[in-house]
């Protein structure tokens, strides 16, 4: 990394330091998470694009690291909690956090690329499964499904609303469909810090009656499974498979509150994202 470019604090003084409270924006601070957000959905695309039979998830990792460098930005995971990549790469029946490698991705396997960057003093955190070459319609189903129950969340966003809505929209949806949906991780708030409060459910979990507040930046980012939603962390502390080894799929954005919905902030600058974008 080159000096120049600004850390976050828990890279720089080795702990989080940063409120870990509720993220509410004002004018200026959204122009900053904006700006992070869009290098976040350049950098996915970027990335998204590399995928390919015989490309390793390491050589992916390289690919976003020359791509948030190239616009001055810093990989929020490189140095997070011990984590030594530039993105999460999980590929198959990994549900998230897994660490790129030198295993070269094979025609049929899913990857989803999770991104993070930090820029402007903001974290805009985004992701997307993308297919290896042709997939069967199985894996297809299960990808549109993700990405169709993520853009689903965020339409259900409303200020003054429980932050229940969100898991309302996604698991009912995902079931319909035949997919289980992961439970214990779900999205976070963020901004000036990269893992904050609310805590955002995609399962239905009635007690949950906090409300969305106009400002409010968090991410949407539930995981589908094709089996049953249960899983277990590898040895290396960080990756989470499926117990079942079935397949998982995630896509995952950043969102603010308006006063009538949420916009999708981890979008290009031509307003696109290979996580998808609202109908508007
Ligand atoms: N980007 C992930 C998220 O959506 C977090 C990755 S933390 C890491 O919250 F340490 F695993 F990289
Ligand atoms: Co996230
Ligand atoms: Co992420």
Redesign the pocket.
């Given at each position: 990394m080159p000096e120049t470019i600004p850390r976050p604090d828990y890279v720089s003084r080795g702990r989080v330091g940063t409120p870990t409270g509720r993220q509410i924006q004002d004018q200026q601070s959204l122009e900053r998470l904006r700006t992070a957000c869009t290098v976040a959905a350049e950098v996915l695309s970027v990335t998204g694009e590399a995928v390919e039979p015989g490309v390793t998830t390491a050589e992916l990792d390289a690919v976003a690291h020359a791509a948030y460098v190239e616009r001055g930005a810093y990989p929020?995971?490189l140095g997070?909690?011990?984590?030594t990549?530039s993105?999460?790469t999980s590929v198959n029946g990994v549900i998230?956090?897994g660490?790129p490698d030198s295993r070269p991705l094979e025609e049929g396997d899913i990857v989803n690329i999770?991104?993070?960057a930090f820029v402007e003093g903001m974290h805009g955190?985004t992701?997307a499964t993308f297919a290896v070459g042709r997939v069967n319609d199985a894996t297809r189903a299960l990808i549109e499904t993700t990405r169709e129950a993520t853009l689903r969340g965020i339409a259900a966003v409303r200020p003054g609303e429980p932050l229940r809505r969100i898991g309302e929209a996604i698991e009912p949806f995902a079931a319909s469909r035949g997919f289980g949906v992961i439970r214990e991780y779900g999205?976070?708030g963020?901004g000036a810090t990269?893992?904050a409060d609310p805590h955002i459910n995609h399962t239905v979990v009635p007690s949950d009656t906090a409300r969305f507040e106009v400002g409010m930046s968090f991410?949407v980012?539930p995981m589908l499974t094709a089996g049953r939603p249960v899983y277990h962390q590898a040895d290396d502390g960080?990756t989470e498979h499926t117990d079942d080894s079935m397949i998982s799929a995630q896509f995952?954005h950043t969102v603010v509150v308006t006063s009538d919905g949420a916009e999708i902030l981890t979008v290009t600058r031509e307003g696109l994202s290979p996580a998808g974008i609202l109908p508007r």
């Open positions: 929020s995971t997070y909690k011990g984590f990549k993105i999460c998230c956090h660490i999770d991104v993070t955190d992701s999205g976070h963020i990269f893992h991410t980012e960080w995952e």
